[in-house]
């Protein structure tokens, strides 16, 4: 079974900085991966699919990057709207998410 | 607009079942597969189950094989899961999501709390 190590778990960040989350598979995946965007007591929202696709509506500071078995999503300056849970989902062999890297205001 | 709207969680004992349903509305959905994922309580994201946009391929977690059954209704707009054999570890809001192509999901509904405890 393919495996996903998401790092870090926490990312203590300031509006304005440029961050990276990084998303790992235990075997190529390929390009088949997505990032969501998640807040408290909502609906996951899709921020990017195969891997850099960026999805209808989402701002272009998000990006996506990777293939194989290494991922990074990267917000390349931090709004206050961003501050949230993020995950990435693997859809190679059947599916698998990530274990969330949850950005917090330093 | 793209609507999904879940109901039929709620309070079960371990060992119970529990019918989820999810009503889509806003675009053609017979021509779309379908996922549920679940989210226990300040954990993360699961993926559970999937049917294709003719109900020919089904795929499951193995957390939820053999107890978890996904079916839709395209006249109705509707898809379900059937949840057997329930299990305190089975405790998640699950969601219902459009998938976009694949077992990815672009749109999701609001979620629906199954609590399994006795």
């Known amino acids: 079974d393919i495996q996903m190590t998401q790092s870090p778990s926490t990312l203590s960040a300031s509006v304005g900085d440029r961050v990276t989350i990084t998303c790992r598979a235990s075997?190529?995946?390929?390009?088949?991966l997505a990032w969501y965007q998640q807040k408290p007591g909502k609906a996951p929202k899709l921020l990017i699919y195969k891997a850099s696709t960026l999805e209808s509506g989402v701002p272009s500071r998000f990006s996506g990057s990777g293939s194989g078995t290494e991922f990074t999503l990267t917000i390349s300056s931090l709004q206050p709207d961003d501050f949230a849970t993020y995950y990435c989902q693997q859809y190679d062999s059947y599916s698998l998410f990530g274990q969330g890297t949850k950005l917090e205001i330093k | 607009e793209v609507q999904l709207v879940e109901s039929g969680g709620g309070l079960v004992q371990p060992g119970g079942s529990l019918r989820l349903s999810c009503a889509a509305s806003g675009f053609t959905f017979s021509s779309y597969g379908m996922n549920w994922v679940r989210q226990a309580p300040g954990k993360g994201l699961e993926w559970i189950s999937n049917?294709?946009?003719?109900?020919?391929?089904?795929y499951y977690a193995d957390s939820v094989k053999g107890r978890f059954t996904i079916s839709r209704d395209n006249a109705e707009n509707s898809v379900y899961l059937q949840m057997n054999n329930l299990r305190v570890e089975d405790t998640a809001v699950y969601y219902c999501a459009r998938a976009g192509g694949q077992l990815w999901s672009r749109y999701w509904g609001q979620g629906t709390l199954v609590t399994v405890s006795s």
């Open positions: 049917i294709g946009s003719s109900s020919t391929t089904k």
């Open positions: 075997q190529s995946i390929s390009s088949w």
